[in-house]
């Protein structure tokens, strides 16, 4: 079974504050885009659950957060662990704010939900997945939709009227972690408008969500690597992008474009600035 992994990009995030469990409260509206690993799930007769990937710097064992799904689900299931090859090919950038490695978790959720004989409704596929990963039940949906908790209280938005969206990771990578540890230390200059962005999806506005992209983690980031992000954010918009914002922890900034012509000129332009450049669309 051959499936797709889409990434996400966050419209908008916001921290809201530290709880008493140690997670933070978080309010952002995600978006998926066509940027996708494919999945290849076989069966095996070793019994065995073995993953490989085409990027050698990821765990090929248990680890691996697709491995991960597939025993929560067995687990969730009542069933004892099957032989299965799992096979990615990346193409989402690693540690990029862009949940590459949710999406996979995700995407193997719904490949096994898909061959049983009564499926999982795909919100308690999501409730599975969030044993895995905060960000996996959104993966799970996919789509636009404002998630709050954790990341796994999910409501569906209407969708992002259609786009070009040209994306650019860095070379360097952020410890998620380490930003999150820092949040809460750093004063916020400014808060996503993200009712706003949800009144704009709902008037088919991609003008008024563009305007109102935000993300309070380009606040935490070491100086170096904010500059770094608010130039490529800079080029997204002489450009000709409606708007431009970084996804996640970072450090992938993006830009939403109206015109596919403007896109392609933005991705030229960030290629000669190096890093991993993409023109994607929303999904
Ligand atoms: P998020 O946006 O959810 O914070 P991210 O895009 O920043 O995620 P990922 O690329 O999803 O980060 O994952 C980063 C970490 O997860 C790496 O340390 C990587 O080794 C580990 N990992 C485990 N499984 C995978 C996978 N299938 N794909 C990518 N990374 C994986």
């Given at each position: 079974m051959e499936i797709k992994a889409h990434a996400k990009l966050n419209l908008t995030l916001d921290v809201l504050g530290k709880r008493p469990d140690g997670y933070h409260d978080l309010r952002m509206i995600m978006q998926s885009v066509a940027l996708a690993d494919t999945l290849t799930l076989e069966d095996n007769a070793s019994g065995q659950l073995r993953v490989s990937t085409?990027?050698?710097?990821?765990?090929?064992?248990?680890?691996n957060l697709a491995a991960q799904a597939a025993l929560h689900w067995w687990e969730a299931r009542g069933e004892k662990p099957r032989g299965l090859d799992i096979t990615i090919e990346k193409r989402i950038p690693v540690?990029?704010?862009?949940?590459g490695g949710s999406s996979d978790a995700a995407a193997v959720l719904r490949a096994l939900n898909a061959r049983e004989r009564s499926p999982l409704s795909p919100a308690e596929v999501a409730r599975i997945g969030e044993r895995v990963g905060s960000d996996v039940p959104y993966c799970v949906l996919g789509g636009t939709a404002l998630a709050e908790g954790r990341g796994e209280i999910l409501t569906p938005l209407p969708p992002l009227p259609r786009c070009w969206v040209v994306l650019c990771k860095p070379e360097f990578s952020i410890s998620t972690p380490a930003l999150f540890a820092k949040i809460d230390s750093v004063r916020l200059r400014c808060r996503p408008d993200t009712q706003g962005a949800i009144d704009a999806l709902e008037a088919g506005d991609l003008t008024g969500v563009a305007r109102r992209l935000?993300?309070?983690f380009e606040d935490a980031l070491p100086d170096r690597q904010r500059n770094r992000v608010a130039d490529l954010k800079n080029t997204l918009i002489q450009c000709g992008a409606l708007g431009a914002s970084m996804s996640g922890t970072g450090p992938t900034a993006f830009g939403l474009f109206d015109s596919e012509d403007r896109a392609m000129e933005a991705r030229e332009k960030l290629e000669d600035f190096g890093g991993e450049v993409f023109l994607t669309r929303t999904v």
């Open positions: 085409n990027l050698h710097f990821l765990p090929n064992n248990d680890k540690c990029a704010g862009m949940a935000y993300n309070v």
